[in-house]
């Protein structure tokens, strides 16, 4: 004869005989998920409204960078939802592949490419431009990421195996110098060094490539007369408000203008032929204005719970001895968290100007592509921290 059994915490205990239905496990992780959607899609909105003016003048459309980007995004999403279906040991396999593919375009883009403000970073597709850095920073994470696994031992024991992928890495930051994209050349930089440390390289080896590194941007800063004004223009851009400094003084005037709420959607006066590259660059300031600091709280918020779940998921993974998908995450973390920082810097006149988006919500089918496929990856990740091949949960991971 069954019996409920009622304890002194007033839980009930099922009725024996009785099935137990439980929660199925997540497929996805909604805490990297949620945070990507909600960037895209307020994006998509300030593109629309921070464009409005210049896609009025330049094509007697008013909504023609909106239309573009709903484009990218849906293209996004697509490719997006196709490499969550890939298992990570495709992308281990296939990472030397793709870091050869990526220094192909690299030298093809500086033959073939089209200039742009004195710029050569993008191979033109008919009615789309590929920004070629966008995706070797992808293809550099996921070869790096296979490298530590594969050499990890003598990457943290031996000057060899950490020195190895720093040759490719000034290679490659040779022909990102060569467009020039200084920007790009900075974030990937920072990224592969992250990822190193993370490994556990050597501490008096990383410092000593710090100081060469740092040593070597300054060199480069000093060497180039227009990377030299920009620095100088940051650390008083009023002092010539209206040439050297015009960019940042017309983002620090948005950002006086937003004050808590913003003047509403649409609102936005600099944006109107002051603030350039108000669509792309600078749509954080644009955003500033006309929503206020609460939205720019939210928006930074929402990065930060993107990268902190990031960096989460590749400590879980590197918990369950996979090695591969903890360096991947670290490194997708930490690239979408630089790019973050100096694109928000450069908005705030806190760090000079450099050509770097912000990822998920600036205009740019490369950057909202490549961003996707990231976020696609640190899901699959996430993906594969609990679940086998089977597709069964994996007893003990945490979600």
Known sequence: MSAVLQPSSGNKRPVAGRRIRTRPEPRYDFLILLPALA????????????????????????FYYLYRQGAFVAAGLFVAWLVLQVPLAFWERGGPMLLIGGFVLLVLVLLVGREVNGSVRWISLGPVNLQVSEFFKLAMVIYLAGYIQRHEQAVRDTAAGFLRPMVLLLFACLLLLREPDFGAAAVLVVTVLGVLLLAGVRWWLFGVLVLLVSGLAAALAISSPYRLERITTF??????????GFQLTQALIAFGRGEWFGVGLGGSIQKLFYLPE???????????????????????????LLVWRALQVGRNAWLADRPFAAYLAYGLGLGISLQVFINI????GILPTKGLTLPLMSYGGSSIVATCIAVALLLRVAYENRFDEQGKPRKGEPW
């Open 39 to 62: 960037l895209l899609g307020l994006g998509l909105v300030m593109v629309g409204s921070s464009s409005i003016g210049i896609a009025d003048r330049d094509f007697d459309t008013p």
């Open 235 to 244: 650390l008083n851009p009023w002092a010539d408000p209206y040439n050297s």
């Open 278 to 304: 108000a669509h792309t660059d600078f749509l954080f300031a644009v955003m500033a204005e006309e929503l206020g600091l609460v939205a720019v709280v939210v928006v930074i918020a929402l990065y930060t």
């Open 345 to 348: 810097g450069v908005n705030m």
